[in-house]
C-alpha cells in the first residue's frame, strides 16, 4: 500500500518533469535563436546551443539596423500599455465604488448595461468599433489605438464586488471626519485596494503590450507600430533576418516576464476571482 | 413619489454618483453601443470604401455572405479548430491542475512553468513556432525529432491536415496555464472532509475519486472555463495570421485554414467593404450565441431545476 502510493507520486513527479521539460522548450528556442547567427540557426543539424554565443554582435546589429523599428516599437507599445492601464483602472475603480457604495435611484439598471456589454464579444464589436474610430478622424493616431481600449467592464464589476465586501464602519468613520465621496474613494477605498488593483492592472498591462489585431488595424503607419506589429511584419515580409527578430521578441518578453515573475501572485489572485465571482 | 425633494444626502450623492460613473459609461457608449448599431445599420447597407450609411439593400451582404464559399469555409475553419481547442484545453488544465494539487514538492515549479506562457504574446508564439519548432525545413525541431523516427520531413505550415499540429499546439501553450489556474482555484474550495470520507470508504486518491468527487464538485468551473473558451475561439486572429500569412499583400496561406476574424479582416480592411464585414460580425455573433444555448443543452445548466 504505502509502496504503491510512493511508486504513484515519483511516475507523477517524472511525467510532471517531462511536461514542463516540453513547456520551456519555446522559451528555450527563443534564447538559442537569439544568440545564434543565420547560418547556425539553419544549418543541417539541430543546433542544441549556440557556441561561441554572439551576445554582443547581435545587440549591435539590433541597435545599428534601422530598417528594423524594434525601438520605436518599444515605445510606442510602453506608451500604450502604461497609459491603457493606468485610466483602465482610474475609470472602472470610480464606477467600481459609485455602484457599490453611493446610493443612486439608477443603480441597478447603471449596473445591467455594465454587465450587458460585459457579455458582447470582440469579434462583434471590432470592426464596427473601427467604423467609429474611423468617423472621429482617428485611424492612424495613439488616440485611435489607445481610446477603445480605456474603459474595461471587466475591472469594473471587480471592483464593485470588492468594494461591496469592503468594511463600511472604516468609510463611516471617514464620513464622520468630513470626507466626501470622492476623499472617501481617494483616501480610504483605493489605498485598501492595492492587492485588487495590482492584480487587474498587471493583467491590463500584459494583454495592451501583447495585443496585436487593434494596434496592426489602426496603427497603420510605421511610426505608430507596438512592438507585436514590428515583429509580425518582419515575420510575414519576404527576408528575414532570423536572429535579429528573435532578439528583437526576447527584448519584447523581457518587460512582461519580469512583471509576471514579481507579480505572480497578484496575477493568480486575479484569475482566481475572476474565476469564482465570473 | 417622484416629486418629494431629495434630501441633502441623497442629492450629494446623485452628483457623486453621476461623475464617478461618467468616464466609464460614456467611452462604453461611445465605443461599444453605437459602433454596434452603426454596424448593425452597416449590414443592411451597401459600403464599399466608405463608412457612411448612404445605400439600403436590405440583407443583400448578408445573403452574400451565406452564398460565399470563403466565409463559410471559414466558419467550418473555426469549428474544427474549436473541436480541437475547446476539450483539449478543458482535459489539459484539469489534468494539469489534478497533478499539481496533489504533488507536495515543487508545487511552485510546476505551477509557474505552465504558467508562464501567458506572459508570451501570440505574434512572439507564432514567430516560434513558425520558424523554429514547427519549420518545414529540415532544421525545423519537430521534424529533427521525427527524422530520428524515419520520418520524413513534414511542410508543416503549408500543407492542408498537418496545419492543425502547430494551430492547435500554439495556442494550447499559451492559454493551458490560465485555465489551470483557475481550476486550481476550484480544487482548493472542495471541502477535504469529502476526500477524507471517500478514504473511509474504501476509495482511494485516483480515477474513482476523481470521477465521483473531483469532477462532480467543479462543474461549474468547467462551465466557466467552458464558456470563455468557446467565445474566445471565435475570435482567433493572430495565430492563424502569423504562422500562415505570407506578406501583408498576399494571403499566402490563409486560405488553407482562415477563421471568420481573418476573413473579416481582409473583407474589411483590405477590400474595404464594410458593409459586408459588418454583416460578417453579426452572423460570428450569432454563432456564438447558438453555440452558447447548444452548451447550455448538453451540458444540462437546467438540471437542477428538473
Known amino acids: ?278 | 413619489m417622484h416629486t418629494r425633494i431629495m434630501p441633502k444626502a441623497e442629492r450629494e450623492g446623485f452628483w457623486a454618483f453621476v461623475l464617478f460613473v461618467a468616464p466609464l459609461i460614456t467611452g462604453l457608449v461611445v465605443f461599444t453601443v453605437i459602433p454596434i448599431v452603426w454596424g448593425l445599420l452597416l449590414s443592411v447597407n451597401e459600403a464599399r470604401g466608405t463608412v457612411a450609411l448612404h445605400h439600403f439593400v436590405g440583407l443583400q451582404n448578408y445573403i452574400l455572405l451565406f452564398q460565399n464559399e470563403a466565409f463559410l469555409n471559414s466558419l467550418k475553419t473555426i469549428l474544427i479548430y474549436g473541436l480541437f481547442i475547446v476539450p483539449g484545453t478543458i482535459a489539459f488544465s484539469l489534468g494539469l491542475a489534478v497533478l499539481i494539487t496533489n504533488t507536495r514538492k515543487g508545487q511552485g515549479f510546476f505551477r509557474t512553468v505552465f504558467f508562464m506562457p501567458m506572459a508570451c504574446s501570440y505574434v512572439v508564439a507564432s514567430l516560434i513556432w513558425r520558424m523554429s519548432l514547427f519549420n518545414g525545413m529540415r532544421f525545423g525541431l519537430v521534424n529533427t525529432v521525427i527524422k530520428f523516427f524515419g520520418v520524413a520531413p513534414v511542410a508543416w505550415t503549408s500543407t492542408a491536415p498537418e496545419v492543425w499540429f502547430p494551430l492547435v499546439t500554439v495556442r494550447l501553450w499559451l492559454q493551458v496555464g490560465f485555465y489551470m489556474i483557475i481550476y486550481i482555484a476550484g480544487i482548493q474550495e472542495i471541502p477535504e472532509e469529502l476526500y477524507e470520507a471517500a478514504r473511509v470508504d474504501g476509495a482511494e486518491r485516483g480515477w474513482v475519486v476523481f470521477r465521483h468527487i473531483t469532477f462532480p464538485l467543479l462543474r461549474n468551473t468547467t462551465l466557466f472555463v467552458l464558456f470563455i473558451n468557446v467565445v474566445n475561439i471565435f475570435m482567433a486572429f493572430d495565430e492563424f495570421y502569423n504562422i500562415l500569412g505570407g506578406t501583408f499583400s498576399t494571403t499566402f496561406n490563409l486560405r488553407l485554414a482562415r477563421p471568420p476574424l481573418v476573413y473579416l479582416y481582409t473583407t474589411s480592411f483590405t477590400a474595404q467593404d464594410f458593409g459586408v464585414g459588418s454583416a460578417g460580425a453579426f452572423i460570428v455573433a450569432f454563432c456564438i450565441v447558438i453555440s452558447t444555448l447548444l452548451q447550455g443543452r448538453f451540458v444540462g445548466l437546467g438540471r437542477g431545476i428538473r
Open chain 1, 1 to 278: 500500500m504505502n509502496k504503491k502510493y510512493y511508486l504513484q507520486s515519483v511516475l507523477r513527479v517524472v511525467f510532471m518533469g517531462v511536461l514542463s521539460f516540453l513547456f520551456l522548450i519555446p522559451f528555450y528556442i527563443i534564447l538559442r535563436n537569439a544568440f545564434a547567427t543565420d547560418r547556425m540557426i539553419i544549418g543541417r543539424k539541430w543546433m542544441l546551443w549556440p557556441w561561441p554565443m554572439h551576445i554582443l554582435d547581435n545587440l549591435k546589429e539590433l541597435f545599428a539596423n534601422e530598417d528594423v523599428n524594434i525601438f520605436t516599437g518599444l515605445r510606442n507599445s510602453a506608451f500604450i500599455a502604461v497609459t491603457q492601464t493606468f485610466f483602465q483602472l482610474l475609470f472602472a475603480s470610480l464606477a467600481g465604488y459609485a455602484l457599490a457604495r453611493i446610493p443612486f435611484r439608477w443603480s441597478k439598471q447603471v449596473f445591467a448595461f455594465i454587465i450587458a456589454t460585459l457579455m458582447i464579444p470582440y469579434t462583434v464589436t471590432f470592426i464596427p468599433t473601427y467604423i467609429v474610430v474611423a468617423k472621429l478622424q482617428m485611424v492612424n493616431t495613439f488616440a485611435g489605438i489607445i481610446l477603445p481600449g480605456l474603459f474595461s467592464t471587466f475591472a469594473a464589476f471587480m471592483y464593485r464586488q470588492f468594494f461591496l465586501d469592503f468594511p463600511i464602519e472604516i468609510e463611516e468613520a471617514g464620513k464622520l471626519e468630513g470626507l466626501g465621496y470622492f476623499g472617501l474613494w481617494s483616501r480610504l477605498a483605493l489605498p485598501n485596494a492595492r492587492g485588487i488593483s495590482i492584480a487587474l492592472g498587471v493583467i491590463a498591462f500584459m494583454r495592451s503590450w501583447n495585443a496585436f489585431l487593434w494596434p496592426l488595424v489602426i496603427g497603420q503607419n510605421s511610426s505608430m507600430w507596438t512592438i507585436q506589429v514590428v515583429i509580425s511584419v518582419f515575420l510575414t515580409s519576404q527576408t528575414i533576418i532570423i536572429h535579429e527578430i528573435f532578439l528583437g521578441s526576447l527584448v519584447a518578453l523581457i518587460p512582461v516576464t519580469v512583471l509576471f515573475f514579481v507579480l505572480q501572485r497578484f496575477i493568480v489572485q486575479g484569475i482566481t476571482m475572476s474565476g469564482v465571482k465570473g
